[in-house]
């Protein structure tokens, strides 16, 4: 089976005002050599906590935000190489979901006219079909054509990111990227939005690319996941894999900080010390080493490789090398 996207090598660095004699240039390595697949139709969630760059990578892949180096092969093609008009062309199939969509709307536009946006944009539907399609696309994330003269302020929360995904899937995307998309709601809503989503995925034959902190929402819909730390991606294995034989340290540490509500998976909790480095400055060497109750003498001089321990599950540590 061909992957419906490939990640190789993608890095996003940010250049920053470094003083003194010679004024070295350093980075902040917001992704550090990240790779990964995707198959068609499946979910691959990325987890970690805030700042470890999975946004980053997300809007990396879309070229939201230009990236330093790296591949991103989507249907045949190398993203990254693509100048912008003809990337404009490719958008359509490749659609982002942001965390807060009351942010990502604008106040002064109709739902309608915000759903009609992009089809006028891409040119995918003409005149009547326009309005048409915008009632059929409310209807499908459980909204109604009542809504289409109203104003995002008139929305809760949880009805917003139904436009939001409603926008997204309007152009009949084949990858849908959404960063964090349901962090802002309410437990009782998440799972609401969650479901939606998985429904939509099998009626759409949608791939998604799911970006959040929480373990607990990343477990419900993803089929794979990948764990990152610091701009790195330290394990990824199918879920169940990786939530019952977690390999990397870290992913132990984040696995113990779930509260366990199956006490078949009950583990010893591994208690992190240490407040995350700074990206600017990360540690040498595994630059979770300062954080780790594993480290070894090598893990501080010497970066573990990203290798493959088991069918699909990668991890980059010494303890696995
Ligand atoms: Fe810990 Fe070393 Fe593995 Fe890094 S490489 S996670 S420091 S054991
Ligand atoms: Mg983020």
Redesign the pocket.
Request: glycine share 4%; with cysteine.
């Given at each position: 089976m061909n992957p419906l996207l490939e990640v190789k090598g993608l890095k996003k660095y940010y250049p920053i005002q470094s003083v003194g004699i010679g004024k070295l240039k350093s980075f902040v390595k917001a992704v550090d050599d990240v790779s990964f697949e995707v198959q068609e139709g499946e979910t691959f969630g990325i987890v970690g906590e805030s700042g470890c760059g999975k946004s980053t990578t997300g809007k990396s892949i879309l070229r939201l935000t230009e990236p330093s180096d790296g591949e991103v092969i989507f249907q045949g093609q190398n993203l990254i190489k693509l100048k912008s008009s003809e990337l404009r062309k490719m958008r359509h199939y490749m659609q982002f979901v942001f965390q807060d969509p009351y942010a990502s709307l604008n106040p002064r536009m109709t739902i309608g006219a915000t759903l009609e946006e992009p089809l006028k944009i891409h040119g995918l539907v003409k005149g009547r079909e326009i309005r048409r399609k915008v009632k059929e696309m409310l209807e499908i994330v459980g909204l109604t054509e009542h809504h289409y003269h109203r104003y995002p302020h008139e929305f809760s929360g949880g009805q917003r990111q139904r436009i939001g995904i409603a926008r997204a899937l309007i152009t009949n995307p084949k990858l849908i990227i959404a960063d964090e998309p349901v962090s802002a709601l309410d437990v009782s809503i998440q799972s609401q939005i969650l479901n939606l989503m998985k429904d939509l995925q099998d009626q759409f034959k949608l791939t998604y690319i799911f970006i959040s902190h929480d373990l607990s929402v990343v477990r419900h819909i993803s089929d794979r996941i990948g764990v990152m730390y610091l701009g790195r991606m330290?394990e990824m294995a199918p879920k169940n894999s990786l939530f019952e034989n977690p390999a990397?340290?870290?992913t132990q540490a984040l696995l113990g900080a779930v509260p366990q509500t199956n006490n078949r998976i009950a583990r010893e909790r591994i208690v992190l010390t240490g407040d995350v480095p700074s990206p600017a400055n990360p540690p040498s060497?595994?630059t979770?080493?300062t954080r780790?109750?594993?480290?070894?003498d090598?893990?501080k001089t010497d970066k573990?490789e990203f290798k493959q321990t088991a069918d699909q599950h990668w991890v980059?540590?010494?303890?696995f090398s």
């Open positions: 330290i990397h340290p870290y060497g595994c979770f080493h780790c109750p594993s480290c070894m090598i893990c573990p980059a540590c010494h303890l």
